[in-house]
């Protein structure tokens, strides 16, 4: 059956699941009813990244783009836009922006992003192989078995230049070539999917968008290093992704793409899921494996590494979801094509979580080398209510803050480690105004004290350490001593931890420190917070000159601490106020006031 | 046999009534007893599927997690004796990941995203207005054995921001002046009138 139309509808879950499936019930239904779907087909494909306006819906062939859809609009775009070709206006997107930009590549949201890893994310349905086919699926494995020899893949992969997406940017070809040359019986291939940035949510786009990719490179890689067996490490908090991934392979499997002598070629290859159980340390490479191997997830002293002694003690190759997602159009369209697209250490795309006080936040792709200006400005739409820009964080826990005057960075490995961040995997929260820094750098402390596995003292007790100080210091009883303490014990951490938690759960305190060091002065010194987070340093009080006594904020109080009559001017109570900030939210004459 | 397994097994579906059954098993389990549960025959199965497989023990975990929503400790017990483990390994595993409760959850289980976009978007606010709505805190459950609220890492819906799910189904662009409604449709009208 020929299809002229089609209707995509976004299912990723960060719709929520079943929105999407009702959407996707309610455009069928319609089509059905409308005798259309001969030509019209409705195909529930992966997110789109524009997660702020979902549910999102796009008609092909002239790629409408409709946003915030619910279930009661699909009778009139079905009936105005695929019947009559006439597109709804009070949905279609470039309506609010009053722009002429109809087009999903025109509109801003997209225009500076080029899609490799999200190629396929929104444009199939996931839950098809033949989907994933029809838009050169498989293609690249086909071509590594009959057309490539190992040392091929392992030259193409270098010369693209491609590095681990998973947060410390290893070249990939490297890490192959060391697992290819051990000798040994069994070899693994292992996906990290175990994305734990809080805050982050690329990897499971991918996998719930076009978790053939992922399968495709990962029996690349068994190909080229040697294995039979792969494993994809998945967090169970993703059961969408799960799902997908668990159709994918078992349709992987029928078509003979997967298993015993794949496409004839004499290679055998399989998967199989293991789920994470919410460790945050199980993300690193030999907690991960341990975590496989049914244990608790303690990381181990490297060397060995993984790529020599993996998985049950047998050469491993462990990339993240992202890097495997490249490889399959590397090996199509050549590492030359991929190496040219970047800056001169860091190669192709990297997709970011663009989240935090941004007006469009979603799922972001673009090149090596764009700055943050234009991915938070341009791709993101700047700062929500019109406030200010404080900070940008990247990396999650592991990570750094970078303050307005680095804005104009391009953004690569190197030029991130420079400002005391790192990469990450793709977590990029964007801060206002009405952040307080050191209360976000105590969230991201608090995190990674938590996840701790506990194994050696410098995490263990350092960190603890630190979160104590950071405690102190937004209770307004910090010194000056105590930034030295952060300082020091900071970069003992960073120095002497065993793994790479340790290693880089001081990096938001020590950048903070470096370029936010104002914030850490108004809390000690002045005993203030500047954003007004930390409770214990505001208080609440009304501006005499400015109250007209409408009563509005006494009525809100919840604890009942403003006094005053009707006209008169009002009162807080500072002893009994508990500083939830109502009345500063609802006076409309600015009378209420903090600080 | 099987009947016999199967009945007991009827006996675990959690019913609206049955709150009162978890308190006297949390007593019971003070004085060292390890309750009655049985593994149902598809668990069985799967145990003994798995049994031969390297790394087995998480993944056994996660299948028992998702029929009683814990871990009950009777379970342990027999999953250390199909799977010939000990039982210490057990819960060494279970206590070291978050994921694995060996409490039973209320009825409805709230999960609020904890996550840094939830956080900077207001996520601590909701969990103190559940506690005021529900008269419980975090990882507690409500008297009645309705609800009970956690706090979970990032639920990958950022661009929700603040998230929260009940019983998996997700709840984007959260206010405090949502929960009320929220609460109602799972059944806590009585909450809510408060
Ligand atoms: C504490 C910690 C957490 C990590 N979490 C992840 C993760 O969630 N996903 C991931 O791909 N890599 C994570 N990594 C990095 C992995 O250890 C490993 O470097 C990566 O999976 C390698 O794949 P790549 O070379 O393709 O990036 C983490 C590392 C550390 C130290
Ligand atoms: S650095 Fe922290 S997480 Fe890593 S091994 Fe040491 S205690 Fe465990
Ligand atoms: S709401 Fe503002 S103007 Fe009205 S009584 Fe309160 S402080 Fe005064
Ligand atoms: S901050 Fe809250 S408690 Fe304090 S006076 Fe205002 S409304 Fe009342
Ligand atoms: S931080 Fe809450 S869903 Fe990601």
Sequence with gaps: MAFKKFVLVCGGEGCGSDLGTNLCDAFRREIRDRGADQDTQVVRTGCFGFCRKGPVVKILP???????????????????????GRP??????????????????????????????????GYIDPESIDDYIARDGYAALEKVLFEMKPQDVI?????????????????????????????????????????????????????????????????????TVGARQGYIYIRAEYPLAIKRLEIAITQAREYGL??????????????????????????????????????????????????????????????????????PVIMLRGGKWFGSIGTATSKGTKVFALTGKVVNSGLIEVPMGTTLREIIFDIGGGIKGGKKFKAAQTGGPSGGLIPAAYLDTPIDYESLGALGSIMGSGGLIVMDEDDCIVDVNKFYLEFTVDESCGKCAPCRVGGRSMFNLLTKITKGQGTDEDVDQLRIIGHALQKASLCGL??????????????????????????????????????????????????????????????GERRKIHVIDAARCIKCGECYRVCKFEAVSRG | MIAERQESSEGLTIRPDDSGHSNAREKTEGTGSVG?????????????????????????????????????????????????????????????????????????????????????????????????????????????GEFSVEAVRCLGCCGLAPVLTVDGQVYGRMTKEHLADILAKYGGQSLSAK
């Design chain 2, 36 to 144: 009655t549960e049985k593994l149902t025959p598809e668990l069985t199965d799967f145990i003994i599927r798995w049994r031969d497989k390297p790394g087995n023990l998480i993944m056994v975990l996660h299948r028992i997690q998702e029929t009683y929503r814990y871990i009950p400790r009777a379970i342990a017990f027999q999953v250390a004796d199909l799977l010939r483990v000990p039982l210490a390994r057990i819960y060494g595993v279970i206590t070291f990941y978050h994921f694995f409760r060996l409490k039973r959850p209320g009825r409805h289980l709230i999960s609020v995203c904890m996550g840094t976009a939830c956080y900077l978007r207001g996520a601590e606010d909701l969990i103190q207005e559940l506690e005021t709505l529900l008269g419980t805190g975090l990882n507690t459950v409500t008297e009645d």
């Design chain 1, 88 to 121: 709804v206006t009070r949905l279609r997107y470039d309506q609010e922006e009053s722009r002429r930009l109809t087009r999903l590549e025109g509109s801003a949201f997209y225009h500076k992003q080029f899609r490799i890893v999200l190629r396929n994310c």
């Design chain 1, 258 to 327: 997967l298993g015993r002598d794949i496409l004839g070629s004499g290679f055998d290859f399989d998967i199989e899921l293991r789920l994470g159980a919410g460790a945050f340390v199980c993300g690193e490479e030999t907690a991960l494996i341990a975590s496989i191997e049914g244990k608790r997830g303690m990381p181990i002293p490297r060397p060995p590494f993984p790529a020599v002694r993996g998985l049950w003690g047998k050469p491993t190759v462990i990339n993240n979801v992202e890097t495997l997602a490249n490889i």
């Design chain 1, 62 to 84: 002239d790629e409408t783009l409709y946003v915030n859809v619910k279930p009661d609009d699909a009778a009139e775009i079905v009936f105005e836009h695929v019947l009559r």
């Design chain 1, 155 to 223: 030259a193409e992969l270098r010369e693209s230049g491609l590095r681990g997406r998973g947060g410390a940017g290893f070249p990939t070809w490297r890490k192959w070539v060391f697992t290819k040359e051990v000798p040994s019986d069994e070899k693994y291939i292992i996906c990290n999917a175990d994305e734990g940035d809080p805050g982050a949510y690329m990897d499971r786009s991918t996998l719930e968008g076009d978790p053939h990719s992922v399968l495709e490179a990962m029996a690349i890689a068994g190909r």
């Design chain 1, 502 to 563: 340790g290693q880089t759960a001081p990096n938001p305190v020590l950048s903070a420190l470096r370029h936010f060091p104002e914030e850490y002065i108004a809390h000690i010194r002045d005993k203030k917070c500047p954003a007004s987070k930390c409770l214990d340093l505001v208080t609440y009080y009304i501006l005499p000159e400015k109250c007209i006594g409408c009563t509005l904020c006494a009525r809100h109080c919840p604890v009942n601490c403003i006094s």
